[in-house]
């Protein structure tokens, strides 16, 4: 009998624990590039303070090593660069328990311009600003802007925003100014998670919604609060059959010794 509620609980823990194991990798300050000897700060946001987040990487020269291991300086939950180009690769955040977060990818270049670019994905729908701007000179010198290595828009301040971002503008982002020189490429990445209705026909059938992954990208409030909620009922659902059978066979085995579960606290209720 014991034995049987220990196991209700611990798989009521466990299914509950799912919705805490989630991470979110930021940068600050937000940009995918940087300049030499820039400081950057990189935060393993959690939701369970208890989960112990480690901080890792990959560059050019070695794989998955950890903030502290040879880079960076941990401070609390997040890692301090004062970053060098081969400080450039992806990051990420992992837990013990094997989930990992979003990953970034950041690019130190030697040259004298970047393309500061959102380093999380964009929503579809968002606006979105591109910066380009050289290390000493003020930002707002006239750049042009290149996707997949094709010119796009030149702007007299350095600036471009991209209004109400589809798919179609998903790709390899790079800038130039006149004079100074051509930024390093980053990626901008679109997500749909914004969409609430099916998107026009040229798109697979439902199938294609994503499975639900520990992953993790940002959750917006309502999805958060819908997810725990599903996950609970469903904690609830399993707890009550499997203790529907435990008194069931209790009640079989020893009819005349049939104690009741452990009192519950009425008092609460009045
Ligand atoms: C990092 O490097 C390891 C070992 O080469 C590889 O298995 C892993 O997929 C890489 N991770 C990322 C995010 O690139
Ligand atoms: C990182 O950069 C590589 C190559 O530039 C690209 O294939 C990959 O999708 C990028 N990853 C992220 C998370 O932006």
Redesign the pocket.
């Known amino acids: 009998m014991k034995e049987t509620s220990l196991q209700c609980l611990l798989i009521l823990i466990s299914l509950l624990s799912c919705t805490t194991h989630q991470a979110r990798l930021t940068v600050s300050p937000s940009s995918s590039q940087f300049f030499i000897r820039d400081f950057v700060s990189l935060s393993c946001e959690e939701d369970d303070s208890s989960a112990g987040w480690t901080l890792r990487r ?1 560059t050019s020269k070695q ?2 090593t950890q903030c502290g291991d040879g880079w960076g300086k941990p401070a609390g939950s997040s890692c301090d660069i004062n970053v060098f180009p081969l400080d450039s690769g ?1 990051y ?1 955040c992992e837990s013990r328990e094997g989930p990992i977060s979003n ?1 970034v990818n950041l690019t130190v270049t030697g040259g004298s311009v970047i393309l500061q670019s959102p380093v999380l994905p964009v929503m579809e729908g968002d606006d979105v600003t591109l910066l380009c701007r050289t290390k000493t000179t003020p930002s707002n010198l006239p750049a042009a802007f290149y996707k997949d290595g094709s010119l796009i828009r030149k702007q007299p301040t350095g600036h471009m925003t991209i209004q109400h971002v589809s798919r179609s503008d998903e790709g390899l982002y790079k800038c130039d100014i006149s004079g100074h020189g051509e930024s390093p490429s980053s990626w901008i990445t679109v997500t749909g998670e914004h969409t609430t209705t099916p998107p026009p026909t040229s798109t697979p059938p439902p199938t294609s919604t994503p499975p639900p992954d520990f992953s993790c990208v940002p959750l917006s409030l309502f999805s958060l609060v819908l997810t725990v909620s599903v996950i609970s009922s469903v904690c609830v659902l399993v707890l009550l059959v499997l203790l529907v059978l435990l008194v069931r066979r209790q009640v079989q085995r020893k009819t005349e010794n049939f104690k009741p579960e452990p009192d519950v606290v009425y008092s609460s209720l009045k």
């Open positions: 990959n794989q998955r992806v990420w990953m």
